[in-house]
C-alpha cells in the first residue's frame, strides 16, 4: 500500500521523477499484493492491481536514497544484512507528525480483519502525506 500511496502522491506533487518500489524479506516468487489491501486502495482511488513481490536484494539497497520501512524490525534486519545502509533508513511513521510516538511500527495487517487494512492504510496514508511535505 505505501508504494502506491507514496508513488501518487509525488506524482500529483509535481515530482513523478522520484522512483518508488516496494520489496520484501521474504522470498514470495512474484506473488500478487493481497487482496484486502487491493480493495482499501481502489475504494481510495489508489491503483492496487499488477502488484508482485519482489525480494530485497543488496543492488536494491546500494541504489536506494532513503529506506523505508514499516517497523523496527525491518529496519534491523536490513542493517544486520547492510551495515553500511544504516543512515538512509527511516521508519515511516517517523514520518507522521505525532512527536510522541515517531518510532512507532505500522504494523502488517497481513491475514487480519478488514478493519486493520483500513486502520494500515490511514497510518501509511498520513505519514506519507507529512513525508511529501517535508520532502517534496
Same mark, same amino acid.
Given at each position: 500500500?505505501? +508504494? %502506491?500511496?507514496? %508513488?501518487? =502522491?509525488?506524482?500529483?506533487? @509535481?515530482?513523478?521523477?522520484?522512483?518508488?518500489?516496494?520489496?520484501?524479506?521474504?522470498?514470495? +516468487?512474484? #506473488?500478487?499484493?493481497?487482496?484486502?489491501?487491493?480493495?482499501?486502495?481502489?475504494?481510495?482511488?489508489? !491503483?492496487?492491481?499488477?502488484?508482485?513481490? %519482489?525480494?530485497?536484494? +543488496?543492488?536494491?539497497? #546500494?541504489? #536506494? !536514497?532513503?529506506?523505508?520501512?514499516?517497523?523496527?524490525?525491518?529496519?534491523?534486519? &536490513?542493517?544486520?544484512?547492510?551495515?553500511?545502509?544504516?543512515?538512509? &533508513?527511516?521508519?515511516?511513521?517517523?514520518?507522521? @507528525? !505525532?512527536?510522541?510516538?515517531?518510532?512507532?511500527?505500522?504494523? !502488517?495487517?497481513?491475514?487480519?480483519?478488514?478493519?486493520h487494512? %483500513?486502520?494500515?492504510f490511514?497510518?501509511?496514508?498520513? #505519514? &506519507?502525506?507529512?513525508? $511529501?511535505? =517535508? $520532502? &517534496?
Amino acid at each position: 500500500m505505501a +508504494e %502506491r500511496i507514496f %508513488r501518487k =502522491k509525488s506524482e500529483e506533487n @509535481g515530482r513523478g521523477d522520484i522512483e518508488v518500489s516496494s520489496a520484501s524479506f521474504i522470498n514470495m +516468487e512474484g #506473488a500478487p499484493a493481497d487482496s484486502k489491501a487491493v480493495d482499501i486502495l481502489e475504494g481510495k482511488g489508489f !491503483d492496487g492491481y499488477g502488484h508482485r513481490s %519482489r525480494l530485497l536484494t +543488496e543492488d536494491m539497497v #546500494a541504489g #536506494a !536514497d532513503k529506506i523505508i520501512v514499516m517497523e523496527s524490525i525491518q529496519k534491523e534486519m &536490513i542493517i544486520d544484512k547492510y551495515p553500511d545502509a544504516e543512515d538512509k &533508513i527511516y521508519l515511516l511513521k517517523s514520518f507522521s @507528525g !505525532d512527536v510522541d510516538r515517531p518510532n512507532d511500527n505500522i504494523k !502488517d495487517p497481513y491475514g487480519l480483519s478488514s478493519y486493520h487494512y %483500513r486502520l494500515c492504510f490511514a497510518e501509511i496514508y498520513m #505519514a &506519507i502525506e507529512r513525508l $511529501c511535505k =517535508k $520532502c &517534496i
